[in-house]
């Protein structure tokens, strides 16, 4: 039996980037591709914050983080992460995560955790409105 101290610690999932309700009651499940964050730059924490920028790797069907220069299907801007994902080593596996993606919203431009530029934002017009 271990009665040794543990601590664990929570965070609020902030979500001040969207700029409505609307599109939320309607999420896609998507799978992330750990290996395709960068852990300084999208998990310094340890989990990736909701509104970071998506695109698809063509060859996994997978989700990583949106990079105009990459040639792996992420130069395509698809959605934003919805939700905050636990992606610490310590208590992740896999590099496999699942977790909710937008892809109809209205978003705050100035409150996203990382910029997009104006190439990922013509891949999304129409469907998410930068506010």
């Not at 960068?38 to 998506?54: C, E, I, M």
């Not at 994902?85 to 919203?105: E, I, K, Y």
């Not at 409150?111 to 891949?123: F, Y």
Request: glycine share 8%.
């Amino acid at each position: 039996m271990d009665l040794s101290l543990k601590v664990e610690s929570f965070t609020q999932d902030r979500r001040d980037w969207l700029g409505s309700a609307h599109g939320t009651d309607a999420p896609v499940s998507i799978t992330l591709d750990v290996s395709k964050f960068t852990a300084n730059t999208h998990y310094p924490a340890g989990y990736l914050k909701s509104g970071l920028p998506l695109g698809k790797v063509t060859a996994s069907g997978k989700y990583g983080a949106y990079d105009d220069t990459a040639s792996d299907g992420r130069q395509t801007l698809v959605g934003f992460l919805f939700t905050a994902q636990d992606v610490d080593a310590r208590r992740v596996a896999s590099t496999s995560v699942v977790s909710s993606m937008l892809v109809h919203c209205f978003i705050r431009e100035a409150k996203l955790p990382v910029a997009v530029d104006a190439n990922g934002k013509a891949d999304v017009a129409g469907r998410i409105i930068f506010v």
